[in-house]
């Protein structure tokens, strides 16, 4: 008989403590561990009961959420999936607690919405809980180096890395994973990005990134040209594509049906790239991710000719999708973390960075 996922629900509601756990217990592949009212009593069950997950809500005061992954994930890494009643308000916490430590979030109907509603949302829960239990979480005792971003100046290979498109896709536990490799890359390259994220938070996500990378960072509208120091991160609910534009390069941000139950999908804008941008000056990256949304994209992108890099399973918070693609042989090198902006730079020039 398969164990079950035993999961630890962190939520300061009486009500929807019980709702959770209600949801969660009808799962037979997950046990409800414990419920706690409060971080502080998170801690004590976490020590004694050993849960595989936390959820923990979102509504709590944001420096009692990260100061309690702070504190946690040094000590005791535990995946945590973080839950959101509040889109708007919620997206700046839920950013700040990704950063701190949290794999996942999922933003929960208001209290208006129809039980069918809250049935799907469940659903998708569950299945986040599970996928969750998978993380790898090993870094967190490990010291990361932290990498500073540098500009390509007056160098010959200015121009050329200038030229090209670098598409990035990325999911679970992408989005510090995403901060990683734009850090290192240089000032003024280019880059487009699809990072799966609901409603409301990517253009927060897209600002914090601007803050912190030395290149100028948004969500992307459709007109907008690639450029080098610009990178263009997809629009939550919209796939982003990129055409032809004079001798250079726009997206497109559109409505559609989800591929691989995503939108954006990462193969939608990978399969654009290898369409519509000329052979070798383009590079696909996967960053890690669960599910297969990307493996058929960065396929079609390698055989038009681009370069394809993909994070390796142990640098990788979930080996999912970076695996599928390259078992498909779509990706011709797999790269720790931290030396995938440096990848890319390699690729583009054939040396090593400077």
């Known amino acids: 008989m398969t164990k079950k996922i035993r999961a630890l629900i962190v939520e300061h509601s009486p009500d929807l403590r019980d709702i959770l756990a209600r949801w969660l217990g009808m799962d037979p592949d997950l046990e409800v561990a414990g419920t706690a009212a409060d971080t502080y009593e998170a801690r004590e069950k976490i020590v004694r009961l050993k849960p595989d997950v ?5 509504e709590l005061p944001v420096t009692i959420c990260v100061d309690f992954l702070r504190s946690l994930m040094p000590n005791y890494p535990l995946p945590v999936v973080m839950i959101s009643s509040d889109r708007q308000n919620g ?25 069918s509603q809250m049935s799907n949302i469940m659903v998708e829960l569950r299945s986040k809980i599970k996928l969750a239990s998978t993380v790898n979480l090993s870094h967190w005792k490990r010291k990361r180096r932290r990498v500073t971003i540098r500009v390509l100046g007056n160098h010959d290979a200015l121009d050329t890395f200038g030229r090209k498109v670098i598409a990035i896709g990325a999911s679970t536990g992408g989005t510090e994973a995403l901060k990683a490799v734009l850090e290192g890359f240089f000032a003024n390259s280019p880059a487009v990005v699809v990072q799966h994220l609901p409603s409301g938070f990517t253009e927060m996500f897209a600002q914090s990134l601007d803050m912190i990378t030395g290149m100028t960072v948004r969500e992307a509208k459709t007109g907008d040209q690639t450029r080098k120091g610009l990178v263009l991160i997809a629009p939550a609910d919209s796939h982003m594509t990129l055409e032809r534009a004079g001798s250079g390069y726009m997206v497109t ?102």
């Not at 936390?54 to 979102?58: D, G, K, S, Y």
């Not at 700046?92 to 129809?114: M, Q, R, Y």
């Not at 779509?330 to 902006?341: F, G, W």
Request: aromatic share 4%; glycine share 12%.
């Open 253 to 354: 941000c559109h409505k559609g049906q989800k591929v691989n139950g995503h939108r954006p999908s990462v193969d939608v804008l990978m399969k654009s790239v290898a369409q519509n941008v000329d052979r070798g000056d383009a590079i696909g990256v996967l960053l890690t991710e669960m599910g297969s949304d990307g493996a058929e994209g960065m396929l079609a992108m390698r055989n038009s000719g681009a370069g394809a890099i993909a994070q390796d399973e142990a640098s990788s918070l979930v080996f999912g999708m970076p695996k599928q693609a390259y078992e498909k042989g779509a990706v011709e090198a797999l790269a720790p973390l931290e030396k995938i902006a440096s990848a890319v730079f390699g690729l583009v020039t054939g040396r090593e960075a400077p």
């Open 91 to 115: 997206a700046k916490t839920v950013l700040e607690a990704l950063k701190a430590g949290a794999v996942d979030f999922i933003t929960l109907a208001p209290p208006s919405g129809s039980v």
């Open 54 to 58: 936390i959820t923990l809500n979102v």
